[in-house]
């Protein structure tokens, strides 16, 4: 035999002299609930390890994360049920928790990074992430909210922008939003191969966003659909998006790969709550070996290309040294 593969595997040393992959705290963003009140810091149930941080918890957990080389955040608010509306007016009102937590973030912490969460649904008492009509999810109507909910976000003190939504045109509409008052350098990481999946249910109990009717199959993709994501990953970079996120990642290494090997912007994964709470609850239960799993699967989505990736495991892989 000529080539014998098993002899770049022989030590530790050459393992890792050949390794193709890295993961570093800089790839990392963690996603954190926020909720009103005070010292207030709730597990989610069906995310082990994960929490509903009040203000001043959340300032905590961020001075920690940091301490730890975790710089970047992307904040989602659980929205009491009485200030949800149709308009979701709550999402730009300057007093509401999201927008203080943005704002007490950037002041406390100047240095980290705050991606901001922009969609209807934590404030729509319909719980879509667009304006609602006679059982409709309105697509242009939607846009003026958005853009105003972005803007909000932008004079926070947000670095980057996440439309989650799946509007068609929000990103040049927000990007224009943002230009035309001055926010030439706030970023829009849009979401921009989110498909209905299965795999937010525990996110929506984090937030109590469920939809109130129907699903979110006709505005977020048919997870049967590749080619598709390059429709919207083609429109996203010409409305002026600085990264393409595929959401959920796990599920989607496909297109994450597709995304990266037919753009040069950066692209993101989101590692989503189904996909943390399927592994913690076999982990749980010893059917996993936690640490391996974890580290293969945040692995397997740096290689199929992601170069950032939204997890709810950034902060414990990095005290528990599994880095
Ligand atoms: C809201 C939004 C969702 C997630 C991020 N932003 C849920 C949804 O679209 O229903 C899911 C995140 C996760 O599951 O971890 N637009």
């Known amino acids: 035999m000529l080539q ?16 193709e992959t890295h993961i570093s705290p800089a790839n990392l963003i963690f996603p954190l609930f926020i909720v009103e009140g005070k010292n207030v810091k709730t597990e989610v149930a069906s995310m082990p390890g994960i929490y509903r941080h009040s203000i001043d918890n959340l300032l905590r957990e961020v001075e920690a994360c940091a301490r ?37 973030v950037k002041k406390n912490f100047p240095e980290v990074c705050v991606i901001t969460d922009v969609a209807m649904d934590p404030y729509s008492s319909d719980g879509h992430d667009g304006l609602v009509e006679n059982g409709e999810i309105l697509n242009d109507e939607t846009l003026g909210i958005l853009a105003k909910m ?10 980057i922008v996440a439309p989650s939504d799946m509007m068609d045109g929000r990103v040049g509409y927000i990007r224009n939003a943002l230009d035309e ?18 795999f937010y249910g525990p996110f929506r109990d984090a937030l109590d966003s469920a939809p109130k009717f129907g699903d979110k199959k006709s505005y977020q993709m048919n997870p049967a659909n590749q080619r598709e994501a390059l429709i919207e990953a083609n429109l996203d970079e010409s409305e002026g998006a600085d990264f393409l996120m ?5 599920v989607y290494l496909d297109v994450i790969k597709l995304l990266k090997d037919n753009t040069e912007l950066p692209v993101a994964a989101y590692n989503v709550s189904g996909e943390y709470a399927m592994l913690k609850a076999a982990a749980q239960r ?8 974890t580290m293969e699967v945040l692995m397997s989505i740096r290689r199929a290309g992601a170069t950032a990736i939204l997890t709810y495991h950034a902060k414990e892989v990095l005290e528990k040294g599994w880095l």
């Open 181 to 198: 008052n001055k926010f030439t350098n706030v970023s829009i990481m849009s979401y921009t191969a989110k498909y209905a999946s299965a």
């Open 286 to 293: 010893g059917w996993l070996n936690e640490q391996r799993s």
């Open 246 to 250: 595929v959401k959920p990642a796990l």
């Open 4 to 19: 014998r593969p098993r002899r770049n595997r022989k030590s530790e040393v050459i393992r890792q002299m050949v390794q």
């Open 150 to 159: 972005a803007l909000a976000h932008a004079q926070a003190g947000a670095d």
């Open 68 to 104: 730890l080389g975790l710089m970047s955040f992307d904040l989602f608010p659980n929205i009491e049920e009485s200030l949800k509306d149709k308009y979701a007016t709550e999402s730009y009102r300057n007093e509401s928790l999201y927008l203080r937590a943005i704002r007490e």
